[in-house]
């Protein structure tokens, strides 16, 4: 073949596979295989300076990651974490109501690890911040407040152990003076402390569901998190 008629042939080639990478994704920017291999856990409206996000669960039985999508202005980013995280799961996420600040915390499959994650930039970057191995696999996180010294409380709740060495049901507080790094030892209260005061804002939506919601599902949750103007 001539090398004109070659060169055609590969522009030509070229605009046909086009389309077809387009097919892939839809108005968020997302690509369809990674919204179907997504299942949200919380979510963040868009606010003034603040990107909307999106804190997710993605890959199998066996092994997954959480995952974050962050809005831009042109559509929807897909954020890798911290591969530390690999194999745990989102059991918290808060904003900050003043900053741009992200807290998230994960649950490593083995069970009681809980690992600390931070974004300084609404969502766009993660770092781990530290650590913490609790009472029990079974403790539950009952709040996670941050005060404008750095100094971070947290308290879980044990409702249930059916370990023979299984710890005292009741509360048990984690306090943390250099903003999640370290942690005290656990204090345990029978009823539920008195929350310290909080500059992080609750998600504005949580998930129960334990699937992937479907295209349209997906479509309506971004475009209730950003809304238009």
């Given at each position: 073949?001539?090398?004109?008629?070659l060169?055609?042939?590969?522009?030509?080639?070229?605009m046909?596979?086009?389309?077809?990478?387009?097919?892939a994704?839809?108005?968020?920017?997302?690509?369809?295989?990674?919204?179907?291999?997504?299942?949200?856990?919380?979510?963040?409206q868009?606010?003034?300076?603040?990107?909307?996000?999106?804190?997710?669960?993605?890959?199998?039985a066996?092994?997954?990651d959480?995952?974050?999508?962050?809005?831009?202005?042109?559509?929807?980013r897909?954020?890798?974490?911290?591969?530390?995280l690999?194999?745990?799961?989102?059991?918290?996420?808060?904003?900050?109501?003043?900053?741009?600040g992200?807290w998230?915390i994960?649950?490593?499959?083995?069970?009681?690890?809980l690992?600390?994650?931070?974004?300084?930039n609404?969502?766009?970057q993660?770092?781990?911040?530290?650590s913490?191995?609790?009472?029990?696999p079974?403790?539950?996180?009952?709040?996670?407040?941050?005060?404008?010294e750095?100094?971070?409380?947290?308290v879980l709740?044990?409702?249930?152990d059916?370990?023979?060495?299984?710890?005292?049901?009741?509360?048990?507080?984690?306090?943390?003076?250099?903003?999640g790094?370290?942690?005290?030892?656990a204090?345990?209260?029978?009823?539920?402390?008195?929350?310290?005061?909080?500059?992080l804002?609750?998600?504005d939506?949580?998930?129960?569901?334990?699937?992937?919601l479907?295209?349209?599902?997906?479509?309506?949750?971004?475009?209730?998190?950003?809304?238009?103007?």
């Amino acid at each position: 073949m001539a090398p004109s008629r070659l060169i055609l042939a590969l522009v030509v080639a070229a605009m046909a596979l086009r389309p077809l990478a387009g097919a892939a994704q839809d108005d968020s920017g997302l690509p369809a295989e990674t919204l179907a291999q997504s299942t949200p856990v919380y979510a963040f409206q868009s606010q003034r300076n603040k990107p909307a996000l999106v804190l997710t669960q993605s890959g199998n039985a066996q092994e997954y990651d959480p995952r974050v999508f962050v809005a831009s202005g042109d559509g929807w980013r897909l954020i890798q974490l911290p591969d530390a995280l690999h194999n745990s799961k989102w059991v918290y996420a808060g904003r900050e109501v003043a900053g741009t600040g992200v807290w998230g915390i994960t649950r490593a499959a083995a069970g009681a690890g809980l690992q600390f994650v931070y974004s300084a930039n609404g969502g766009r970057q993660w770092r781990t911040r530290g650590s913490l191995q609790t009472i029990s696999p079974s403790a539950v996180i009952e709040l996670f407040t941050l005060n404008d010294e750095d100094k971070a409380s947290l308290v879980l709740r044990l409702d249930e152990d059916s370990r023979p060495d299984a710890p005292r049901l009741g509360y048990y507080l984690y306090i943390s003076k250099n903003g999640g790094r370290n942690w005290s030892e656990a204090i345990y209260s029978q009823g539920k402390p008195l929350p310290p005061p909080d500059l992080l804002a609750h998600p504005d939506r949580a998930f129960e569901g334990k699937e992937p919601l479907d295209p349209a599902g997906w479509q309506r949750l971004l475009a209730d998190l950003q809304p238009a103007g």
